[in-house]
């Protein structure tokens, strides 16, 4: 009988300290790229669900079609939606981003909607009595009394797309998925665990970041739980 490898890459086991040694470089490649669809993404869904969220507040018959068409793109699978992107991104990273981009509208316009109505009438009224005008109205009362709300769906946006970018692997681009994906291929165990603890990893810091930043963003909230 031969002994067994000493080597824990050699044994495939699931957790070994070697691969994190020797694939060091290849991991925080995948990081990187995972954070850069992610952080893309989630900002370019936020530009344009920003105006899409006032317009639906501002003009009432828009809210059913923003808010159903947002909706329906998110109950596309994303195997889907990747292939109807396909011939117009082709194999690339943008392919990724706008798949990504259009699942995070619907939590995103959503959210931003939701805490828009929320905002009191007599506070918009005692706003216009002051003399403000519909933008300094929006940007200066409406936007930070409905932040809490949007951040709400900022957090869950961002946690869903670090998720999803994984999915990207399937044209090359999914960060950390690529290496999920190959390590299943291979049954290769310490890649396929040590990806996906890094995923679940950067999905709670993102969300904890997040929180930090909202809380920093609307003091009032605290003095009233307090």
Request: hydrophobic share 55%; charged share 10%.
């Amino acid at each position: 009988m031969t002994a067994p490898p000493d080597d824990c890459l050699a044994r495939n086991e699931w957790i070994c300290g070697e691969y994190l040694s020797t694939r060091r470089h290849i991991l925080v490649d995948a990081v990187v790229q995972h954070l850069q669809l992610t952080a893309v993404s989630v900002l370019i869904g936020l530009a344009i669900a920003l105006p899409l969220a006032v317009a639906a507040r501002r003009w009432g018959w828009a809210a059913g079609p923003v808010l159903g068409v947002t909706t329906i793109l998110y109950t596309i699978p994303s195997l889907a939606m990747f292939s109807l992107l396909l011939p117009v991104y082709g194999l690339s990273a943008t392919l990724v981003v706008a798949g990504l981009v259009l699942y995070s509208l619907t939590l995103l316009v959503r959210n931003v909607l939701a805490g828009l109505r929320a905002v009191p009438e007599e506070t918009r009224q005692a706003a216009r009595g002051m003399g403000y005008g519909p933008i300094r109205l929006l940007l200066t009362v409406e936007m930070p009394l409905a932040l809490p709300a949007a951040m709400a769906g900022l957090r869950i946006a961002t946690v869903s797309a670090v998720s999803l970018v994984t999915v990207g692997a399937i044209v090359g681009f999914g960060g950390l998925g690529n290496l999920i994906y190959a390590g299943m291929n291979t049954y290769f165990k310490a890649q396929v665990l040590t990806a996906s603890v890094l995923c679940v990893v950067i999905a709670i810091l993102a969300d904890v970041l997040l929180l930090l930043v909202q809380r920093l963003l609307t003091p009032w909230t605290r003095a009233v739980r307090g």
